[in-house]
């Protein structure tokens, strides 16, 4: 079946921001008392909602989240670069694309900004903001779906996490599963989608579904 409409996640599938977020939000738990490494918070916490965190980490002391934020925005703003590969990948795609991202809109726009792709995606970015249920519910792929004109077999998404996989297969589209990121292809396994391991080589994966 023809592809109408490629969604792609936005951390750890068009940024590099997952080591900088695992690295940043595992020392932050570590000083609520936590005993954790990164990979540990990086299984538990990689493409989650930001509700669904919250949830997890529980009460926390005046001053703690305002730290948190400034330590990642610091760390981004210096560091964050794009997935090699991907704007290879985007320069060569003739189909529609669109953003869908668990992240909240400021933090996608500023990722976005900081690594060059913001023009790429104007006027299509959809966060977990825009729905009442973030990944691993499907209704943020089904909401930038229907906004794009795209009917759910002619989308190709493509993501990172388990969460993603989940909600794109939940959502009844293809999906095309990043596994040469943070994210073990052993967690990515069997979940319904096709992993990939070199970005630039997504116009050809995306084609062959046709």
């Known amino acids: 079946m023809a592809v109408d409409l490629v969604i792609f ?24 008392g936590w005993t954790i490494d990164e990979a540990e918070y990086a299984e538990r916490f990689v493409g989650c909602t930001n509700e669904y965190w919250a949830e997890q980490i529980g009460p926390t002391p005046p001053g703690w989240r305002d730290q948190l934020n400034a330590d990642y925005v610091a760390a981004v703003t210096a560091e964050l670069c794009t997935v090699r590969g991907i704007e290879e990948a985007l320069d060569q795609l003739s189909i529609p694309f669109c953003v869908a991202s668990n992240g909240r809109h400021r933090t996608i726009r500023r990722s976005l900004e900081l690594t060059g ?17 973030g990944k691993p519910a499907p209704d943020l792929f089904l909401h930038a779906a229907a906004t794009m004109g795209a009917e759910p077999e002619r ?31 052993s967690r990515l396994t069997g979940l319904g989608a096709t992993l990939f391991h070199d970005p630039a080589k997504l116009p050809d994966l995306i084609g062959s579904l046709d």
């Not at 080591?19 to 609520?32: H, K, N, W």
């Not at 996490?161 to 794109?168: H, I, K, L, R």
């Open 9 to 32: 996640d936005c951390d750890g599938v068009l940024v590099d921001s997952e080591p900088i977020s695992v690295r940043v939000g595992t020392a932050a738990v570590r000083r609520l």
């Open 117 to 133: 792709l913001a023009h790429r995606f104007a006027g299509r970015v959809f966060s977990a903001e825009d729905v009442a249920r």
């Open 155 to 185: 989308c190709v998404v493509v993501e990172d996490s388990p969460f993603g996989v989940t909600a794109a297969v939940s959502a009844g589209m293809r999906c095309l599963a990043f596994a040469g990121g943070l994210t073990p292809a």
